[in-house]
């Protein structure tokens, strides 16, 4: 059934493990998470970034309809969330367009700016109803530009800055830069798990990690274990159907009918959301 993000994440930090939330961009895409989720017996957040909206000619209603129709049959309780989005006009359709939670991207603002303009989505999305996202540090790797010093001490989320800034912006959970970075196609990344601990211990509200497709198994269970409540995906799964299509299709140079070389990203797809959701439950 379709439920809400607040209430995935809430229950999951109750549990003391992490919900994942996966980037959509097709409507392969929604029906390989759901059908993962369902295979691994977890909830799931689909989620939809501001840039796969602009891949979609600018229209949200399309993709998001598909996914809250597939979503309220799903057997796993599946929550939709906007995610990275920079502009007003997407924020107020959120609701409208049956999304629970939306993330606020000012991270590449200074810190001030990024506080002011953050408060005043947190004010819209509360407004409405929603429950907000918000980044601070710079995760990096978005957009194909190069991760401005991701692995560098000053682009990593402060502690203390962190604090301030959550209370200062009412936002619901914050996304912070340990270590990971987005759009990693190997599995790589070393998170500073003391720095995520610290930021645990100071933060009031729930931690999101990007760029996770760049974890190894052993770094994805010691980030939950350290205090990370929501775990984005993206990367992977384009890997996973992208791969899959590409073998097909080298497979069956004839091939013409869409749906044999969908089926193959689909079914890939949704055996990498399999695959990862077996690795936080306990072994
Ligand atoms: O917000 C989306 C995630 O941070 C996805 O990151 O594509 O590197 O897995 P990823
Ligand atoms: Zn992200």
């Not at 439920?3 to 229950?11: E, Q």
């Amino acid at each position: 059934p379709l439920t809400t993000t607040g209430d995935l994440v809430t229950r999951a930090r109750a549990a003391r493990t992490a919900v994942l939330a996966f980037n959509i961009i097709t409507l392969e895409h929604v029906e390989a998470v759901i059908t993962g989720a369902e295979n691994a017996g977890v909830p799931v957040v689909l989620q939809v970034s501001e840039n796969a909206v602009r891949f979609r000619h600018g229209r949200l209603l399309p993709l998001a309809r598909a996914a809250a129709t597939a979503a309220e049959r799903a057997t796993v309780p599946v929550a939709l969330h906007l995610d990275h989005i920079r502009t007003d006009a997407l924020l107020q359709e959120a609701a409208n367009a049956g999304f629970s939670s939306v993330m606020y991207d000012a991270s590449h603002l200074p810190y001030d700016d990024n506080l002011a303009s953050t408060r005043a989505a947190a004010d819209r999305a509360h407004a409405q109803g929603l429950w907000i996202e918000a980044e601070l540090g710079e995760i990096g790797g978005k957009d194909g530009r190069p991760a401005r010093d991701a692995h560098a001490p000053g682009a990593r989320t402060d502690p203390t800055e962190a604090r301030a800034f959550v209370v200062g912006a009412r936002v619901d959970a914050l996304a912070v830069a340990v270590g990971s970075v987005h759009a990693m196609t190997t599995r790589t990344a070393t998170l500073d798990h003391g720095l995520l601990r610290r930021l645990r211990d100071s933060v009031g509200v729930p931690l999101v990690l990007h760029g996770s497709s760049g974890l190894p198994d052993d770094e994805l269970r010691a980030a939950v274990a350290g205090g990370i409540t929501k775990v984005n995906i993206g990367t992977a799964l384009n890997q996973a159907m992208t791969g899959a299509i590409r073998d097909h299709l080298a497979a069956h140079p004839d091939a013409v009918d869409a749906r044999s070389y969908l089926a193959a990203g689909r079914e890939a797809m949704a055996y990498t959301v399999e695959r990862i959701s077996s690795r936080l439950s306990p072994a």
